[in-house]
């Protein structure tokens, strides 16, 4: 039997920033946090993600899909060829496998961020949820119980 030691909080100097999207608001959050210091808005411009799209056969809330960006992933796969940066991606189908991959790269005091289903997300409203693996955030530090 494996006894686990509690994680362990490192002080990490992160200046948060607000954003209106979560995809390049995490992307640039990150990247100013290497030392590039790169706005939202630069962002979705270098990674040419703004666009728009009416799917009327598509309906949420009863309404008409209506898109003003490309699909997930697209800034921050977009940004690595204008940067020359390398982004690793890490996908786990096991919950706990996942958390504890987070829990090691916070322990070493990394940033790291996140992509999740917005159906988990309980500030969305229930009507509005559906499986869709589009939300980003970030992770800088964990809260000991």
Known sequence: MTQNNPPITLPIEF????AAHCESGV??????HEGVEISEAMAFGLSAAL???YLPFIKLGGLPLIAYRMPPRWIIKGLAKPLHAKFVFETFK???????????LLAEGKVVGLQTSVYWLPYFPEDMRFHFNGHNFFEWRQVLN
Do not use: V
């Open 94 to 104: 096991n919950p706990e496998a996942g958390k504890q991959r987070l829990d090691a």
């Open 51 to 53: 666009s728009f799209a």
């Open 27 to 32: 992307i640039s959050s990150l990247l100013r």
């Open 15 to 18: 200046k948060h920033q607000h």
